[in-house]
């Protein structure tokens, strides 16, 4: 069933920002008055279209669209979606309409400055997208985050081979000092730290750390969670009601087995499961033992003192707009410093590099409106920064090619960009694999 959730997830995200990318070329070239041959969600592979305003039965339906100049349909294959616009040599690789003079609402007959817009207009709606997303979140949820100045990391087996230990407080990295305590991780994997200070037992130490490790950080979930203190909070009714805990009695071993965090007693009590387990504890000036039964999961049944440092911003309507802008470009900034580790053999990145089976792994296991949003905007923004990526096939290529048209002088080919864009269609493949290939190593592991 999550499986399923997340697939209708993925499904329904790059839905989304295919068509709001679409339309953002779509609505360009109508602008200036450039024909749209077609407008389809999902690809019409072997020209087999679920929908059709051309053709089928729901042109049947309303026979009216049939007159319109541009075909809307909805393809067979959901893994994206396309505009063909009249007149432009795209992935499509139609040249027929190069044996005919070109005629006023085609593409190639529009100013280069038009036609900058209209390829720059996908990449421009997906950004829109994504600060009306972050707009609104801000001014609906505000924005909570966990401070890294109050907690302290728990670590798992690659944070512990790199130097760190659980219950170490990060200072910085290099010269920065991190905020969040969500994003240590990637602001160690991103910044390319060569250290890391960090406060152990009252004194401060300097890890260093090997840069040639970055592909395995960003392929390892979880390396800093937080490490929560063993501390009772409350006993709810159950089998240690009447053991004699009290609030605030903190756990320092079960059955002589040192436990600092609660993370440490979770490998100790399901080993005991179903069975009593010595508890030691601090209390107050004291230290005290107290026999407690550990149910068939492992459960003692204690609430432990809740993670401090928690910070949460509210937002009016007005200021959640800058806001929502700051927020987008500091997530284009960590993109962008994300494409330069991949594009940066020696940090090995690009073993990171993950398709469509990664982007359902990001996505929670249950339905989230408000984490499905989140990361449709996070989609969104990096759809926009790829596709402005200068190789041929992609917008990024479309631009270049313009843009060297309107400080030359003289325009590309008809035979060059043909052969660009057989060029850039060969990288993105060799890119998909890659892709693939990563999901398929990883899923293996």
Not at 237 to 259: C, K
Not at 282 to 298: C, E
Request: glycine share 10%.
């Amino acid at each position: 069933m999550a499986a399923l959730i997340r697939i209708l997830q993925v499904i329904l995200s790059l839905s989304v920002l295919v068509a709001v990318h679409e339309l953002g070329h779509f609505a360009f070239a109508r602008l200036f008055g450039i024909r749209v041959d077609k407008f389809f969600l999902f690809f019409d592979l072997g020209g087999v279209k679920l929908l059709s305003t051309k053709e089928g039965w729901f042109s049947k339906l309303f026979p009216r669209l049939r007159d319109l100049d541009t075909e809307y349909g909805i393809g067979w294959m959901p893994l994206g979606g396309y505009c063909k616009i009249c007149g432009m040599i795209d992935e499509s690789m139609d040249t027929e309409y190069l044996s005919r003079e070109p005629q006023p609402w085609e593409f190639r007959s529009h100013p280069a400055w038009q036609r900058l817009l209209v390829m720059a207009g996908g990449v421009l709606f997906n950004f829109i997208l994504a600060i009306a997303i972050y707009c609104t979140l801000l001014g609906v949820y505000g924005q909570t985050y966990l401070r890294n100045d109050v907690n302290r990391i728990y670590v798992n087996e690659l944070a512990y081979d790199m130097g760190f230990r659980s219950g170490d407080r990060i200072l910085r990295f290099d010269d920065y000092e991190p905020e969040n305590f969500g994003m240590l991780q990637a602001d160690m994997a991103r910044r390319q730290a060569h250290t890391a200070t960090v406060l152990r037992d009252g004194d401060t130490l300097t890890i260093y750390l090997d840069k040639s490790r970055i592909a395995e950080v960003l392929n390892s979930p979880d390396m800093f969670t937080v490490a929560v203190p063993f501390v009772v909070d409350t006993v709810p009714s159950g089998p240690n009601t009447e053991a004699g805990l009290r609030r605030d009695d903190r756990f320092i071993a079960f059955n002589g087995e040192r436990v600092e965090f609660v993370q440490d007693s979770r490998d100790i009590l399901s080993a005991h499961a179903g069975d009593t387990v010595l508890a030691t504890m601090i209390r107050g000036a004291d230290t005290v033992s107290i026999p407690l039964k550990v149910d068939s999961l492992g459960r003692i049944g204690v609430y432990a003192r809740s993670v401090q440092g928690i910070e949460r911003k509210k937002y009016s309507f007005l200021s959640a707009i800058p806001a929502g802008f700051k927020m987008t470009f500091s997530v284009m900034g960590g993109y962008l410093k994300d494409l330069k580790m991949v594009a940066t053999p020696s940090t090995g990145a690009y073993k990171s590099v993950g398709s469509f089976v990664a982007i359902g792994q990001a996505f929670p296991s249950v339905w989230d409106w408000a984490a499905f949003i989140q990361m449709l905007a996070l989609l969104s923004v990096m759809l926009g920064i790829m596709n402005l990526i200068p190789i041929p096939g992609l917008d990024g290529g479309h631009i270049l090619f313009t843009l060297y048209e309107m400080v030359t002088g003289r325009k590309p080919g008809d035979r060059f960009l043909m052969v660009a864009q057989m060029v850039g269609l060969v990288l993105l493949l060799a890119l998909m694999f890659l892709a693939f290939g990563n999901d398929i190593g990883r899923l293996v592991k």
